[in-house]
């Protein structure tokens, strides 16, 4: 039986500036109405 897909949302801070990843799969906006990478693993 093949594991369910996990969704990750992450932002990294970068010179205290929030940055997306660029290898992310996707974007989706967290609770506070953020950008934030979305990584399938």
Do not use: C, W, Y
């Amino acid at each position: 039986m093949p594991a369910p897909h996990i969704l990750l949302a992450s932002q990294f801070l970068v010179d205290a500036k929030p940055t997306l990843d660029s290898k992310a799969q996707g974007t989706a906006r967290n609770e506070k109405n953020e950008k934030v990478s979305l990584i399938a693993v």
